[in-house]
């Protein structure tokens, strides 16, 4: 690629940074090209006796060595929210808005740690492949068992607007689109929408295994060449936190009315703290999160991996700091209706500081970094609504076909949802999106982590409890207005009742769920309510591969760890 | 049922290596969330403020104790396999049973 590039540079001159950056544009559009063609490849070459070798390819399985393992584990978790919605965060908002995923993908592996070899081993002995499933195996409550399925559905739909954003803010900066009418403002979007939908089709379906390389390769050139070469070329670190602490001292956040923050003072400790905590417990609630730890070779697989993932948030807090480089750097994030925003600002940096080849190799590793994730998140959630909801509810003798028809509709439908939630909702915190579907999807920890030890908490219970964090989580976060346009849903933080500080609202909306369920189940106990029939047997969750009815789950496409 | 395995219960554990287990693993979550701990800007570190690269030297301790943790409870809770065959529970407890332990 390297080589065509100078020739390609050659017919076009450098485009200024507002119009078409033609030769970014191909690079772009080269590399999406090649990614797509060697996903289709990939499924149109796999046959179904060697399906279980690309499983093990995908796995990084045993023909893989410790780095090879390491190398492909980690390009996963380096989406559009680390590349897009972090940085931008950062940028415009600072430390509290942005700086806390530092903290939340470190703590994030201690707390799977505890969790997830027991979710392995109950999972792979019973043959459930999503949360529900085991929620429904646990409980013997289908209405718990729907609640759970219908969280993931929803709460998958504003991450995948996310990855939308990502994908949106790298085609603007390339110059797609342009101003005018609302359909010719939102081109760039409903591109994004329109790629993605076919590659889910095409490729996402089949093989992300096999185009893995290729992302990640392109994700690491990228992050270490920034991360290395940027810094130095504005004037050193030193002087990328002076101009950081410059802007974020003398400017507000114009949404909600608070000071900008560089550190953040005492009354900023509880929201920093929660944001951290409540992401990093929200993560692995996710149908695509539970797909990609449930294709793990054995029980304790995850547990190792946990001990050497942290290692990439190293990398995400550098590529969150880029947001501050380019406050040194001066870059101007203006979209192509001539207003400032946030999300283009490591885009437009990249573009102003980089080559025009080199800076469509970054678009192309932020664009496929973003398509992966959402192609994969989609069929996740769709193999959700159709196991746990069309199958269980509304067609329990449907045939495979119909069943893989279902799948694919929904896959669509998530994705027009996440269509909607970019539209309707400010787009200008993309990273309150990954928040929002958190709020959601959190309500679910009870349901599933409580029930990996205990069955103390009555199943009516944990509904009750859901519901009510749920009603909360929702209007608490519908009521965060944008003081600047009076939008709803603007942010995630608000004030904790009994604590009066601000915190992330799935932690309160956790804290009230747990307390409801912990309540209702003393007086339904009580009241001698009937208990489910649990399917389980204590052994279960110390089960591990080679032991009977432990076998390889059919989990369908995935990475080999969760998107962040 | 010849798949019923003949043990009901949770593989025998030491109790004391998992609570060590749990402890190390306690420690980064924390650390990091005792934000008022940090949230300074002095001692910088080439050019990095302290709120910065103690968060960053946290994702290295991190690792050392998950991988600590991950060694304790493999040797707390060695695999004993399930027998697959016969027909009842050895220890013929039926009863649910709430199970405190990982």
Redesign the interface.
Known sequence: MTASAPAVAALAPSADTGGVNGVALTVLIFFFVVVAAAGFWAARWRRPTSMESLEEWGLGGRSFGTWITWFLLGGDLYTAYTFVAVPAAMWAFGAVNGFFAVPYTIILYPIIFIFMSRLWSVSHRHGYVTPADFVHGRSGSRGLSLAVAVTGFLATMPYIALQLVGIQAVLEVAGVGGGGNWVAKDLPLFIAFLVLALYTYTSGLRAPAIIAFVKDILIYIVIIVAVIYLPSKVGGWGHVFDAAEEKMKTTTNAATGNPNVFIPGPKAYWAYATLALGSAMALFMYPHSVTATLSAKSRNTIRKNASILPAYSFLLGLLALLGWVAIAAGTKPVGLDGKVNGQLVIPQLFEDMFPAWFAGVAFAAIAIGALVPAAIMSIAAANTFTRNIYKAWIKPEATVQQEAKVSKITSLVVKGFALIFVLTLDKSNAINFQLLGGIWILQTFPSLVFYLYTRWFHRWALLAGWAVGMVYGTLAAYNVTNKATGAPFAGSVANIPVIGQLGYIAVTAFAANVIVAAVLTLVLRAAKAPEGKDETIPADYFADAGDPRVEKLAVGPHETTPSA | MS?T?H?????PANKGLLALA?VL??I??VA?????TY???EP?L????F??WY??L???I??A???S??RI??KA?P??????EGDAYLDADDA?????T?
């Open positions: 798949t395995p043990r009901h219960e949770a593989p749990g693993l306690a980064p979550i990091l969330l005792l934000v008022g949230a300074k800007d910088r080439g050019g990095f403020p709120f910065i968060q960053f946290w994702v290295i991190c690792s104790l998950t991988y943790a991950y409870v493999l809770r695999h004993v396999p399930m027998n697959p649910p049973r709430e199970d405190g990982r």
